[in-house]
């Protein structure tokens, strides 16, 4: 006997049914649609809490910050727009505009804060 993952009722009919009826499928479908929906929101609220704080503290547009001042306002660096390597082979993350780069400077973890200008736009790394 077949049980429905909707409320777990018998599922009678041909032998591929899953559901027991029309409304428990159409239950399941919604609910695995707001799963879905509610992880793009999470990614997108993320991204723009990150560059909130990056905005905050990069007024300049270049600017060196310890990683705890802005992890303890809620950035998360896995959470990034794209990416965008220099001559260098140093690889910035960014979001939307405003990018980071993770550096040691005198034995302390920071981050170097950048706006993105024009001509990065020639070099964008996306499969690196």
């Excluded at 599922?11 to 239950?27: A, E, L, N, W």
């Excluded at 140093?90 to 979001?95: A, G, I, K, S």
Aim: net charge positive.
């Amino acid at each position: 006997m077949r049980t429905c993952p909707v409320c777990r009722g018998a599922v009678k009919g041909r032998v591929d049914k899953i559901y027991c009826s029309v409304q428990c499928k159409s239950v399941d479908q919604y609910e695995k649609k707001l799963k879905s929906e509610k992880f793009y929101f999470q990614v997108d609220k993320q991204l723009k809490i990150n560059r909130k704080i990056l905005k905050k503290y990069n007024v300049s547009g270049l600017t060196t910050i310890r990683r705890e001042t802005l992890h303890n306002e809620g950035f998360n660096p896995h959470f990034f727009t794209h990416i965008w390597k220099n001559d260098k082979g140093d690889v910035y993350l960014f979001c939307y505009d405003v990018g980071f780069l993770g550096i040691t400077h005198n034995n302390k973890q920071k981050y170097l804060l950048v706006t993105w200008q024009e001509y990065m736009g020639e070099k964008l790394a996306l499969n690196t």
